[in-house]
């Protein structure tokens, strides 16, 4: 199943992944958002695992990975420095701690969606957004 996704986070204009689409395990057209949420963290940690861990002697950028990445307002090698796997149901639990602890929000186009056992309608078009929240630090007096 075909999914279009976005990630944004709170204080930074552009998206960090703006209109992407994945391929997820097929989860109907009404799941859960915990169905959504393990499936879409399934596939962006088979992604990670799948890169080749390597070692560039002379790491280089062309001029037009350097333009692409300047979008996005980081540039990097895109080098993975950890050879440890990341494990998919770690990282599903982990996710969906995170998404209860207030870290992040999910919308389904324009509909905020607050319950992990909420479902909510995919067609095709549904963009679904991932909102970074970040919590302010210190306090007033």
Avoid: C, H, W
Avoid at 25 to 33: A, E, K, M, R, V
Avoid at 47 to 72: M, V
């Amino acid at each position: 199943m075909e999914l279009i996704i976005n990630v944004k986070q709170a204080g930074r204009k552009q998206a960090l992944f703006e209109k992407q689409v994945i391929e997820i395990d097929d989860i109907g057209n009404q799941p859960s958002l915990q169905e959504l949420i393990t499936a879409v963290v399934k596939q962006q940690v088979i992604t990670y695992n799948s890169k080749p861990f390597e070692r560039n002697l002379l790491p280089f950028l062309t001029d037009e990975q350097i333009a692409d990445q300047t979008s996005s307002g980081k540039i990097s090698f895109g080098s993975i420095y950890n050879e440890q796997k990341a494990d998919v149901v770690k990282a599903q639990e982990t996710a969906l701690q995170a998404f209860e602890d207030g870290m992040y929000a999910v919308f389904a186009d324009d509909e905020e969606l607050k319950l992990l056992s909420g479902q909510t309608s995919l067609s095709p078009d549904t963009v679904i957004t991932f909102i970074r929240l970040t919590f302010l630090a210190g306090g007033y007096r």
